[in-house]
Nanobody
Framework: QVQLVESGGGLVQAGTSLRLSCAAS????????MGWFRRARGKEREFVAA????????YVVDSVKGRFTISRDNAKNTIYLQMNSLKPEDTAVYYC??????????????????WGQGTQVTVSS
């Protein structure tokens, strides 16, 4: 069973930074592209960023490009989402996800193998 455990959410002020972590099993980490989605209250889930399992290439959606960075630590089987210059509109529950197929760029349209439990990020103005 694929398990993804997120951490790092919280309440921060606009303009500050936050780093989310997602720990996976070694097998999951090595066989899946991994990424982040978010869902704001009253809105649909939105793809945010992904990182390729094979090449380490990354993809970040335009709405957060230049502010958010996705990375991974192979030794810890963990991916990260570094979020800088946070805005109130970044407020959402952030979910880690794993996908067996495709690339980092296509993760947003692929069937998701597994979801993490989600971590709340709240950005106050």
């Amino acid at each position: 069973q694929v398990q993804l455990v997120e951490s790092g959410g919280g309440l921060v002020q606009a303009g500050t930074s936050l780093r989310l972590s997602c720990a996976a099993s070694e097998r999951t980490f090595n066989t899946n592209n991994m990424g982040w989605f978010r869902r704001a209250r009253g809105k649909e889930r939105e793809f945010v960023a992904a990182i390729s399992r094979s090449t380490g290439s990354t993809y970040v959606v335009d709405s957060v490009k230049g502010r958010f960075t996705i990375s991974r630590d192979n030794a810890k089987n963990t991916i990260y989402l570094q979020m800088n210059s946070l805005k109130p509109e970044d407020t959402a529950v952030y979910y880690c996800a794993a996908v067996s197929f495709g690339t980092a760029q296509t993760m947003g349209i692929m069937p998701i193998n597994s979801w993490g439990q989600g971590t709340q990020v709240t950005v106050s103005s």
